[in-house]
Each structure stands twice: as structure tokens, then as C-alpha cells.
């Protein structure tokens, strides 16, 4: 079974920049697909970015494309989130998830799940 925890959150002045980190007990980690959402206070869970087991195929939720990118070392059994360009409405706790079926960028999808990790940016 696969355990996920996320680090790398914090605060962050606007315009700054946060790399999170989900790290698993990974024995099966490197054939899973890993997922990155976001929850803020009120708001649905939000889909921002999926990688494949290889890495190859990646795939962006449309408000982070272009600021975020995501990542994975499979001998460290680590997936990374780099956020460049942070705005205050990227506050949120940032969830990693593995194991998904169907379209993989709906929660519903993901088996696993981390804890979560609090970013907060400031205007």
C-alpha cells in the first residue's frame, strides 16, 4: 500500500516561488501514476497536474499551466510540484495522490492520498 507525505509548503510573498515535494514507501511508487491537487477553504478539490510512472506523460489543470511543473525521481521515489509565479488565490493545502483510474485529474480517480501541505501567499 502506498503512503504518500507532502512537504515544501509555507508562506510566500506574490510572485514567488515554492517547490512541494510528495515522498512515498515506495516499493510499487515508480509503476504508479502521481496526481497534484489543491483545496482551499470552501472551494471543491482542484486538479493540477498528473505524471505518469515513466515521467513521460504529463498533464496541467488549466489555472496552473504555464507557472506550474511537475516532476519525479523515481530513485528517490519523489514527485515534485515547482510553482513559479504564485498568487494569492494559489493559497490552499496541496494534496498528492497516487494510483488513479479513469481520467486522472478527478479526486475520485486516486486510490492513495498524503495529509496535505499548507501554502498560504501573500498579496
Known amino acids: 500500500q502506498a503512503q504518500l507525505v507532502e512537504s515544501g509548503g509555507g508562506l510566500v510573498q506574490a510572485g514567488g516561488s515554492l517547490r512541494l515535494s510528495c515522498a512515498t514507501n515506495g516499493r510499487t511508487f515508480s509503476s ?17 497536474a498528473v505524471i505518469s510512472w515513466s515521467g513521460v506523460s504529463i498533464f496541467y489543470g488549466d489555472s496552473v499551466k504555464g507557472r506550474f511543473t511537475i516532476s519525479r525521481d523515481n530513485t528517490k521515489n519523489t514527485v515534485y510540484l515547482q510553482m513559479n509565479s504564485l498568487k494569492p488565490e494559489d493559497t490552499a493545502i496541496y494534496y498528492c495522490a497516487a494510483d488513479p483510474e479513469g481520467s486522472w485529474a478527478a479526486p475520485s480517480d486516486y486510490k492513495y492520498w498524503g495529509q496535505g501541505t499548507q501554502v498560504t501567499v501573500s498579496s
Request: charged share 30%; proline share 12%.
Open 32 to 48: 504508479l501514476p502521481v496526481g497534484w491537487f489543491r483545496q482551499a477553504p470552501g472551494k471543491e478539490r482542484e486538479f493540477l
